[in-house]
């Protein structure tokens, strides 16, 4: 009896194996072939994606463009010529960079398999949050510190994923040779650090369960033993005695609208002091924009994990200047070119309250969210400024309001950017590099693949 109860179990727990890879390869085919390559979006494709409708502008990815071709890597052909010679003259090389092509190649998927799991995984949200109820009505509030799912709440109700001490020597590294070789083009650099929630001040915290701040403060000290020019947004919120919980969104890793354009001053008075800008401070104030305010319609990357079975959506603002502005937006990856007022800084199709789940996507309405290259001209500033910001999703926010203080502003996010970062700086001749991180980001791998990797200057 025992044995037949097992074996059906058993035989239960494998169809539902079954039919969940099923789901999987379907959605995945389903993504691939009829959304992306055809671009349908009909009742087969909301049938399948029924649970996580997000076709049509959601679905604006990063096409396939040969950025290395239009920005070559100047010593590509010295390296294939390189190889080409060591396999000749030495095969246990040739051996041994063949092994670590495949490490790399096996590192690069390991990081892509769960998330490709996730969102091709039918009712994966549903059945996360099912899976979140339970925990809550069985009061099971345990996360483990440093992995998937290791988010938690503060006594305050803040969301927060503690991040582990690493070693910041190889990033302090990168970050000098790469401001050198900006200087040695007569180009100004600037390495700006954005802060986390949890503050150096809360001992509870930081230096004993999360390290964000201590390899944050260990990055500073040593591009300042560099002599590497670094803006430390941390002290600005210490200065003015700020709530560094009440600066983000409390279901998200994100800062808040408001609080970039705070942050934003900050950086236009290291512009002006140091690099001949003559960006308008004034033009941040508060009482300068309207806010317009969506309620309880955010849920962050890290509510995402817990799911509206333990935690409520965040509200989300965005912010209108009351004076004009006249901008000229270009995005090549997704065919955009445009020119209006500061409204064309946002996507709006990011918050279609009815493709998304709780408005995942909503920190990318400022500025089109991660691209590979976004240039933004200001077309009422000619002061001849050209300004490149090397940024991840924390600049989001800060973009548009980055844009008021110069003629031009360039981004780039060097997880989709696949040319020679070195080669555009070259041609474009931008004035000032900014490389703007999260504190976060110190955590990142050192071994990542070539062109993922944030601090892969080349």
Partial sequence: ???????????????????????????????????????????ITNTIFGDDIEIGPLRKQEPSIAWEEKYPFAEKEDTEQATVTSKR????????????????????????????????????????RISNAYQKAIGWDIASLHGYNSVVTLPDGQLVAFNPKTDVSRKIQSITTFANECNRLGIHFVMVLAPSKIARSETDYAGKLDFSNQNGDAFIQGLKENQIPCLDLRDGIEREGLDQHALFYRTDHHWTGATARWATGYLFDYLNEKCGYHANRALLASEEYEEVVYPSVFLGSRGMKLTLARCTPDDFSLYYPKFDTSFHLAIPSIDLDQRGSFDILYDMACLDFEKSYYQRWAYSTYAYGLRALISIRNEQKQDGKKLLLVRDSFANAMTPFLALGMERLDTIDLSY??????????????????????????????????????????
Avoid at 11 to 17: E, K, N, S, T
């Fill in 417 to 458: 950017f696949t040319g020679s970062l070195q080669t555009y700086i070259q041609t474009e001749r931008p004035d000032t590099v900014v490389v703007m991180y999260f504190i976060e980001a110190l955590t990142e791998r050192d071994d990542l693949p070539v062109h993922t990797g944030l601090f892969d200057f080349r």
């Fill in 1 to 43: 009896m025992k044995k037949s109860i097992k074996g059906k179990l058993m035989r239960l727990c494998a169809g539902v194996l079954i039919i969940s890879c099923i789901s999987i390869f379907l959605r995945a085919g389903t993504d691939q072939i009829l959304v992306k390559k055809m671009h349908l979006s009909n009742v």
């Fill in 89 to 128: 003259q030495v095969p246990f090389m040739w051996l041994s960079g063949g092994i670590q092509k495949i490490q790399n190649g096996v590192k690069k998927w390991q990081g892509k398999i769960e998330p490709w799991t996730e969102n091709h995984f039918w009712q994966y949200t549903e059945l996360i």
